[in-house]
């Protein structure tokens, strides 16, 4: 059968396809799945639609192309020779994009973790494990203390709510009970008080003027 696309609509069609299921994040995927985590993908939902979305430890997993997210002093982050600016801008582009998204991210409640591709760079070198297998090895770690932290954060948010609830309670009896203490000391009777605390009457100041 014949290939009725033209280059470009392959080659878009081809880069659509790569941005999901990419080789690094089924890695990722694999051996989360292995350590008993579980997880959604693609959440469209969320900011940024997150690759991995682990929600009982709050945290989200963004697997990176170094090139295309910019990966800072990173050696497959290199800005090709020709057509450099546009490159160069693209690149910074995705990178805001990529901060704010992260920021939303926070903002809600989650933990965001990124890994960069050459972090899953498979290979090893004589008995020395891969910068893959460090990766993965540190992945359920850095999850759990996820999930303590934003536990923690909760609890010292539920606490900061109740001490203001308080801390109103009690600066409203407080009030209370200076108003009976005065009008107590000083016997006022509550239709003096009622009167004194209306102010000057309008002929007062007239007559005086006269
Ligand atoms: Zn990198």
């Not at 290939?3 to 694999?30: F, G, L, N, W, Y």
């Not at 002093?73 to 690149?91: D, L, M, Y």
């Not at 460090?134 to 539920?158: F, M």
């Amino acid at each position: 059968m014949a290939d009725r696309m033209t280059k470009e609509q392959r080659h878009r069609c081809m880069s659509h396809i790569r941005s999901r299921d990419t080789r690094p994040e089924m890695a990722v995927r694999k051996s989360l799945f292995a350590a008993g985590f579980r997880y959604r993908l693609n959440v469209r939902t969320l900011p940024g639609t997150p690759d991995i979305v682990l929600r009982k430890y709050h945290t989200i997993i963004f697997v990176n192309g170094c090139f295309w997210h910019g990966h800072e002093g990173c050696r497959h982050n290199v800005i090709p020779q020709t057509n450099r600016s546009f490159w160069a801008e693209k690149i910074e582009r995705n990178r805001r994009r990529d901060a704010a998204v992260q920021a939303r991210l926070e903002a809600l409640g989650w933990k965001v973790i990124i890994i960069w591709e050459c972090e899953l760079d498979p290979v090893r070198r004589g008995d020395s494990p891969s910068r893959r297998e460090l990766t993965l090895a540190s992945l359920p770690e850095r999850i759990l203390q996820n999930a303590r932290d934003s536990q923690e954060e909760r609890e010292s948010r539920k606490r900061a709510v109740e001490e203001y609830r308080l801390e109103k309670k009690m600066s409203a009896a407080r009030k209370r009970y200076r108003s009976l203490d005065m009008s107590d000391r000083y016997s006022i009777s509550p239709r003096i008080a009622a009167e004194s605390s209306a102010g000057p009457q309008d002929d007062d100041w007239t007559s005086e003027l006269d």
